[in-house]
């Protein structure tokens, strides 16, 4: 296919995001949440020996506490993880509406803090995010389970009828606390407890599998969980080596998450280049000098394999990326220094991947600067001067229209209005040269939001390519301007990060182009103004 059509698609994160367990490990009766698939062999709920909803609770309460255990003022649990090649620890500490978990898995670090109603989360790279989003809703619904309520809360729960898990007889629950995300809850028939916890998560299906189940000061945990999304091959097991409970807890557990930022003395312009519909960086390593994407929709600071085997780093581990398919080859790496421009970012962990060979040699390029760099700045580009304004957060003076966004997933999600009816989530992606991606869930769901053509297309991404089709929104609102006639390219892809459940789409460069961005994750927002380049479409045929 020509050149122009495999760039205009060409998507890397989207393309690149990491499968890894976004979620705390919880340290009540059900530990650990994470990646999956499956669900089991399902009959109806009407079937003859299914319980009421009301005695499924029942059985589960009965279940996981003795009828005198007190109740549970404190909680620490600890013990290992393991999968996709890494070996790591868990520890997490439950004080009354307080929790902190960690999650150490070979060199990636994840945190999260739950101080009351207040949810948020650290990576390994020091970036620190309120928590709002799809990742908050899952959090309601974790503590919902994970204190017992939904067992109290019989007009939450929905009885699903029978479903067998490796050969053992369930009952399905789903459990949909206010304000929270739907899941599934499997109770085993025989002992009431339960055998599995799932929820929708991206482009599939997660699940937990729960096991080893041992009873302490008259309370039952499970020592034993088993994520997945279907691909084994990058499975996490959790096994849990202490629980101690209603022991005091040094309040410095705590304590509020710090924010990492860039080592700069104030603002600095980067000239940036323009090549088949991307905006590039320059990037200097360890004196070695590299151009990087700009790329608001990936997940990580990502090298291409001939960097770091020049850099001499040694990669490890064997993760997934999500990117027009599901596709392995994600390894991770520890960088002392990264500098752009002015600025220099310490100690980060950054993933690898052979980028020319994962993308079906649409990608032969150095790297992509992701969501750690944005997290630790305040940055503006203008694409029309070629130019990105950056500094440490509060450096810069925002100007234009603030858009809110959501970070819950480490890139900005913005809602947008779709012919001046339908508002939905968009990932607002510099990394894609498109106009606007919709994603098959979304359109389905959607029937008639744009229209069906036969002009068939091939996008590219971490994974190869995917199928679409390329079609036209007549408008598109962001923050009260309009663009009109926005070309837009329907993903096809039923797996994938072009598949994802919660999002409508991407944003892509080849609207954000129109305006000068300003990226500001500390005030959880972007800022748009017209550029000097705005065109809004109306004169398009």
Known sequence: ?????????????????????????????????????????????????????????????????????????????????????LVGTFHVWQQG???????????????????????????????????????????????????????????????????????????????????????????????????????????????????????????????????SDGDHLFDTTQITQSVVLDLPIDPAVFAPLVQRVVDMSGTDVVKLTWNAGHLYAPVTIAGHAYTFLIDTGAQDILLDKHVASELQLRPVGALEASGASRTGGLQVVRLAVLDV?????????VTTIDLGASTSGAFRIDGILGYPFFAATVARIDAAARTMTFGPPGSLTAGGTRIPI??????????LRLDRSTDASFIVDTGNAAELLLYRPFVERHAGIVPFTSTERRSFGIGGETESYRTSLDELEIGGTSLYHVDTDVMLATSGAFADRFDAGNLGLGVLKNFIVTFDYGDDA????????????????
Not at 149 to 171: E, H, L, M, Q, W
Not at 341 to 349: F, I, K, P, S, T
Not at 408 to 414: I, K, Q, T, W, Y
């Open 97 to 227: 509406d307080d929790e902190r978990s960690d999650q150490l898995l070979g060199p990636r670090v994840d945190r999260t803090l739950r101080l009351g109603d207040r949810l948020y989360a650290q990576d390994s790279n020091g970036n620190v995010r309120r928590l709002t989003g799809i990742l908050a809703r899952r959090q309601r619904t974790e503590d919902f389970i994970d204190s017992g309520a939904f067992a109290k809360a019989p007009g939450r729960c929905t009885s699903r009828g029978v479903a067998v898990i490796d050969n053992r007889r369930t009952y399905a629950l789903d459990v949909a606390p206010d304000g929270g995300e739907t899941e599934t809850l499997y109770l085993d028939a025989a002992s009431g407890l339960p055998d599995r916890i799932a929820f929708d998560d991206d482009d599939g299906r997660t699940t937990i599998d729960l096991s080893d189940w041992r009873s302490i000061e008259g309370h039952r945990f499970a020592f034993k969980s088993v994520e």
């Open 406 to 415: 959501e970070l819950d997933r480490s890139f900005p999600e913005a809602q």
């Open 1 to 85: 296919m020509p050149e122009a059509d495999r760039s205009t698609f060409a998507s890397c994160p989207a393309a690149c995001r990491r499968r890894i367990a976004a979620r705390s490990v919880a340290a009540a009766r059900v530990p650990a949440l994470a990646l999956a698939f499956a669900c089991g062999l399902w009959a109806p709920a009407a079937a003859a020996g299914v319980p009421s909803t009301k005695e499924l609770l029942a059985r589960y309460a009965r279940a996981v506490a003795d009828p005198d255990a007190a109740d549970i003022v404190h909680a620490e649990t600890a013990g290992t993880l393991s999968g996709a090649g």
């Open 341 to 349: 421009g002015a600025g220099r970012l310490h100690d980060l962990v």
């Open 526 to 541: 972007i800022y748009l103004e017209p550029g000097s380049d705005f065109d809004d479409g109306r004169l398009r045929a």
